[in-house]
């Protein structure tokens, strides 16, 4: 399901490019059996048609060896992972999860076979799947397939990999230190898009009090730093396609988050799966610089794609 920006009196082809471009351009470390096969879905499908894709607009990445650590053990495991940059195109990737002597959680053979039973996929098959991907969709982070049965795993991966590319954006080849388990540091913590796709890019934030999320502020604007939810013209186009439009999806995800207070729990609105998909993998940013305590803003360079 991509959301859609289309103009009624535009032909059915200018309608059909609109609806792929319409859809919007995560930190929990335990497994999951959550069945987002929507998220799955749309995901494969996205990294099927990104490869033909020509990239517009979003900083190069400039070449180096980028790493990202979580300090925190999660059910005796946490997550270690690499990134290297040549010649400006991303030729290597590693991702694992290793215990306390370091030994990778593909080498539990209880924990593949409880998992399994329970999700019908292990650390075996996941975690190579998930390299795999992130190998194949390179920068497209949100192209990266959510394995059915590990879903939490899959958006934290996604998570971490939009992390280590917006580092090799910057150059900046200090490893990343996720504090996974700490808890989160009241605050309020932001997070902008730097290019605009299609007349909009996302500005997010959120607000921690009591160790809570008690706000979530996502939307799109424009130049003028208008909300989508205010362009009535694209929210009436939106929803006569896909039946619904920014006014109730950016509700519902913000809305979401406040009750849920984790990404990985918000539901992927229908017909707005690529913007939730976003609003997630941001989401799970926000929460890493809470956990940090860092009110810095996070500026991204995101990477826009022609059509």
């Known amino acids: 399901m991509k959301l859609s920006k289309t103009l009624a009196s535009i032909s059915i082809i200018a309608v059909s490019a609109l609806t792929l471009a319409a859809c919007g351009s995560n930190s929990s470390s335990k497994d999951s059996s959550s069945s987002k096969t929507t998220t799955s879905k749309t995901a494969k499908k996205s990294s099927s048609s990104a490869k033909a894709q020509k990239q517009t607009a979003g900083a190069p990445l400039k070449d180096g060896d980028y790493t990202l650590a979580e300090t925190g053990y999660d059910h005796g495991y946490k997550v270690e992972m690499g990134m290297t940059v040549a010649d400006g195109k991303i030729t290597k990737t590693t991702y694992d999860y290793v215990d306390k002597d370091g030994k990778s959680k593909t080498k539990d053979t209880e924990y593949e076979k409880t998992m399994k039973k329970q999700a019908g996929v292990g650390p075996k098959e996941y975690i ?3 390299n795999k991907s992130f190998k194949k969709n390179g920068t497209n982070t949100n192209a990266i397939d959510v394995v059915s049965g590990a879903t939490d795993s899959s958006l934290t991966f996604k998570n971490y990999a939009q992390q280590l590319v917006q580092a090799a954006q910057a150059g ?3 490893k990343i230190e996720v504090q996974n388990t700490a808890k989160l540091q009241d605050g309020t913590y932001t997070l902008e898009q730097e290019n605009y796709s299609h007349g909009y890019r996302t500005v997010f934030s959120i607000v921690v009090s009591g160790g809570k999320i008690t706000q979530s502020k996502y939307d799109n604007v424009d130049k003028n730093g208008k909300s989508k939810t205010q362009d009535a013209e694209y929210e009436k186009s939106m929803k006569k396609v896909n039946n619904v439009g920014p006014k109730e999806y950016t ?10 207070q984790k990404p990985a729990e918000v539901d992927v609105v229908s017909g707005a799966t ?11 940013q926000l929460i890493n610089a809470a956990q940090a ?12 794609y022609a059509e």
């Open 128 to 130: 190579p799947a998930l």
């Open 293 to 304: 305590g860092n009110t810095t803003p996070i500026k991204v360079s995101n990477i826009v």
């Open 172 to 174: 900046n080849t200090k």
């Open 274 to 284: 690529e913007s939730s998909d976003t609003f997630i993998l941001y989401a799970e």
């Open 251 to 260: 509700e519902k995800l913000n809305a979401a988050l406040v009750k849920t």
